[in-house]
């Protein structure tokens, strides 16, 4: 099994969208316990790594380019209504194509958007924008905060499930920037 490793002060293993099996572990681990450490989670990983979506077309630089104009189009209009209505102010709205997060909230009021939220249902957008938003009342996670996003979109769990189930699945379109 093909597996690379980032060292780091975590014991973890990884699968990212596109199926590659990641090995976090001290630098102080030999190349024997990290191998004995991967064969006694096979199982975990076959399983994971089966889980994955069927793999879909990677993104052209012209489909990448696409998506973010789309994006500085919709996006802000959406946070100026929800800002709107949340009674919170902002910064800069920042379109970017992030691997990991799909949106995220600076305690300057700046805000950043994943261009791939274009290929996701508006209510999922929605969602995302709502979210981050609620972080200008709140930053944390907090039974306060949750309570501020459903305030806005009572169904906002089933946004959060779609990101989670389908998420991974948009991830895997970004291109590969080692490719380039």
């Known amino acids: ?51 994955l979506p069927p793999q879909a077309d990677i993104l052209s630089d012209a489909e990448m380019g696409e998506l973010a104009q789309q994006a500085k189009l919709v996006i802000p209009p959406k946070v100026r209504y929800y800002s709107g209505v949340l009674r919170v102010n902002y910064d ?38 709502v979210h981050e938003l609620c972080h200008r009342k709140e930053m944390n996670h907090s039974a306060r905060f949750w309570a501020e996003v459903e305030s806005i979109l009572p169904d906002y769990r089933q946004q959060r499930r779609w990101l989670r189930e389908h998420g991974s699945a948009l991830l895997a379109r970004l291109p590969d920037p080692a490719q380039k």
């Open 92 to 129: 800069r709205i920042t379109i970017r194509a992030q691997r990991t997060r799909w949106g995220s909230c600076s305690a300057a009021g700046n805000l950043n958007f994943n261009c791939l939220l274009m290929l996701a249902p508006e209510d999922v957008l929605d969602y995302v924008i």
């Open 1 to 51: 099994m093909e597996y690379r490793v980032l060292r780091s002060r975590r014991k973890t293993i990884e699968i990212t969208p596109r199926g590659d099996v990641l090995v976090r572990c001290p630098q102080r681990l030999s190349k024997r316990e990290i191998q004995h450490f991967v064969d006694s989670r096979r199982d975990w990983i076959l399983t994971h790594l089966n889980r």
